[in-house]
């Protein structure tokens, strides 16, 4: 026996209430996915890392007509081996497999660097060449005050570099965090200056961070006056908002450009000599205030690290007569 077909009046009625209420689940859906992902792509500078290193992987296993997504263990276990042959830092080869294992897990599929005897290549290697990461040199105090005499502040340039040297050292600041500093970030007080980060390292989540710096005693040194008289000039050229650290065009003018995490380094090494990094201001900031007592706990709250073992992992306190208990023994 057929059925007659069915027309628009024998078919059920849905709310137009429960239609908005799946439009409504479906947009959760979407935004849910959009944070899932961005969950897993990590931070600006990750990301940039992570796709270097899987640009040099799919190259290698073009050039080796090898698969590079989904990637097998073989596959993997030859490229690192040649990183290693090729005399790359342990560090290196790690952020490589970690780069692999990322693009594995954002396209869900299983991740080569898994498996165990992968696992065991790594130890390995890492047992054969070392794993102590080379860290960027501190300076001392004495040091980096003569280093700062010598900067020309009658230059526009020699005010912004002084500024952004003492700053560095003073918030113990990595260098994407000081180049992204915006003027808006900036609360000066009686006591000195607190600036505002919205995004760090181990602040991913534009959770509330500040960073004090205080006043100096002596002038020549003082982080918030030099960043103050920075300021004084950014303003006379109209410039009360944006960036606070930019270039300069020829002829000691100006530009709308914000410093890179490059030219910080350059800035560093032209100031303070070729040996150093950015990140030596903020190792140096580490290694000062322990050599002045300052506890854990105190140097923590300014460089925002989360455990004590990197405090004494950047702790450099290379020189053997430094804080050393030998001096205590009475003899």
């Known amino acids: 026996m057929s059925q007659a077909p069915l027309d628009d009046t024998s078919l059920p009625v849905v709310p137009e209430q429960q239609l908005r209420a799946a439009r409504s689940i479906n947009d ?15 931070a600006v500078n990750t990301q940039r890392a992570y796709a270097g290193d899987w640009q040099r992987f799919t190259t290698w296993c073009a050039e080796h007509d090898r698969e590079s997504l989904p990637a097998d263990v073989p596959t993997v276990a030859a ?32 991740t080569p660097t898994d498996d165990r005897q992968f696992k065991e290549l790594m130890e390995g290697i890492s047992r054969e060449k070392g794993v102590r990461q080379k ?20 230059r526009p340039d020699g005010l912004r570099d002084r500024a952004l040297l003492l700053l560095g050292l003073a918030g113990a600041f990595r260098r994407d965090e000081l180049a992204s500093i915006d003027i808006k970030h900036l609360r000066f007080d009686e006591d000195g200056l607190v600036v505002d980060l919205p995004h760090s390292k181990t602040n991913q989540k534009g959770e509330a961070e500040e960073k004090a710096i205080f006043f100096s005693p002596d002038r020549r040194s003082c982080p918030v006056r030099a960043v103050k008289e920075w300021l ?15 270039s300069f065009h020829k002829g000691q003018r100006l530009s709308r450009r914000r ?30 205030a322990k050599l002045n007592g300052a506890d854990d706990s105190e140097v923590m709250n300014q460089t925002k690290h989360k455990t004590t073992d990197m405090i004494r992992r950047y702790t450099r306190l290379d020189n053997i007569r430094q804080h050393n208990a030998s001096q205590k023994l009475g003899l």
């Open 28 to 42: 959760y859906a979407e935004s849910a996915a959009r944070y899932v992902t961005t969950g897993q792509q990590g």
């Open 79 to 110: 490229f690192v081996t040649s990183l290693a042959d090729s005399n790359k830092k342990v560090a290196t080869i790690q952020r490589h497999c970690a780069s692999i294992s990322k693009a594995h897990q954002l396209a869900r599929l299983p």
């Open 135 to 154: 860290q960027a040199p501190a300076f001392t105090l004495a040091y980096f005050k003569r280093a700062l005499l010598g900067i020309d502040s009658t």
């Open 232 to 246: 004084t000039h950014l303003e006379k050229h109209g410039r009360t908002d944006g960036p606070l650290f930019v």
């Open 259 to 288: 410093l890179s995490t490059f030219s910080l380094n350059e800035i560093v090494q032209l100031r303070l000599g070729a040996q150093y990094t950015a990140h030596s201001l903020r190792a140096s900031f580490v290694t000062i």
